[in-house]
């Protein structure tokens, strides 16, 4: 099997470095040349992954459009705003191509999740869209640590034919049809895992973040199914699962992004010492937009964005459930 990894960063190479042990031919596109060039040199990704050599079926490449028609399946491991140029790049002819993404986020100036991108770029050449999502962080699945993760298509067909491409005796993927439902919850999780990580730069506890967590859950679940997402869905690997994860882990960017602004630091220099992306940061533009254009319920995500983009006080990410209407829970 070929597959076209086109994102050198942590997950992408941790991608590679899982399919690579299956003898799959890896072609793997990082679009900086510098790093693409230490890639090369050192068969190693010193800035994302460190300690994890890339066997010799892993190439890397310098232009994805010499291998995009030529492999089974391209493997989209590029933060959200990035993935239409790369898009509209593409040289893409063959017919029904399978793209599987693993980006979860919002396009800001559209509104529009992946899938619908795809949709739009490229609909009249493959229907073959997949999205793999849920409670995977690149280190652990580079570590062969246990997972569990989704692979999601309209084409059950081809779901279930990533789903035996990428199964290995560490990682365990499942199937689903609700795309969207997936996309929003593995977009706005991490908006929601920017609050807990505020929550723990304030030291407020374990009670507080487990208070926002399930809350802003609950937003999660009003915003997906407004889309046409199920409930069902965001119970599932790619809400709650990912949730769980993202708002914990030591190795969450987004959680990472907000616990230093509960330390009292600014949005701009954490995101410019920062070398990986924190997806909820921009998702979080695109959500405020989408919630105000719909008039939708969502007091946790409305007072983040004002955090993030209004110089609101970090202290009112836990005010806004304290001091709302005293009500039933449902």
Known sequence: MKI?????????????????????????????KEYR????????????????????????IDD???????????????????????????????????????????????????????????????KNYVLLTGPTHAEEIALNKPSAILAVSNNEKVAKFVQESFSTEFLRIYTGTDILGSEYSGALKNCIAISAGICDGLEYGDNTKAALMTRGFNEMVIIGEFFGGSKETFSGLSG??????TCTSKH?????????????????????SMK??????????????????NNLRAPIFT????????????????????????????
């Not at 040199?41 to 892993?58: A, S, W």
């Not at 709650?240 to 994860?245: A, F, P, R, S």
């Not at 007072?303 to 449902?330: A, C, G, H, P, W």
């Open 64 to 126: 994805y459009n010499d291998y995009v028609n030529d492999v089974d399946i391209v493997l989209l491991t590029t933060p959200t705003q990035f993935v239409r140029s790369i898009l509209e790049n593409m040289k893409l002819t063959k017919k029904d191509q399978i793209i599987v993404n693993v980006a979860k986020g919002i396009e800001i100036k559209t509104l529009k999740t992946i899938s619908q991108i795809v949709d739009e770029l490229l609909g009249d050449i493959t």
């Open 4 to 32: 076209l990894v086109i994102g050198g960063g942590s997950f992408g190479t941790s991608l590679s470095v899982v399919l690579s042990k299956k003898n799959y031919n890896i072609y793997l596109y990082e679009h900086n």
């Open 303 to 330: 007072e983040l964005y004002n955090i993030l983009y209004n110089n609101q006080s970090v202290n009112t990410v836990t005010k806004i459930l304290m001091s709302r209407d005293l009500k039933s829970e449902f």
């Open 276 to 293: 990986m992306v924190s997806e909820g940061v921009s998702t979080i533009k695109a959500l405020k937009k989408i919630i105000d254009d």
């Open 240 to 245: 709650l699962g990912d949730l769980i994860v």
């Open 252 to 272: 969450s960017r987004n959680r990472y992004v907000g616990e230093k602004l509960g330390r009292g630091y600014k949005l701009d220099e954490i995101t410019s």
């Open 37 to 60: 060039e230490d890639l090369r040199k050192y068969r190693e990704n010193k800035v994302f992954l460190k300690g994890f050599k890339l066997d010799e079926n892993i190439n890397i």
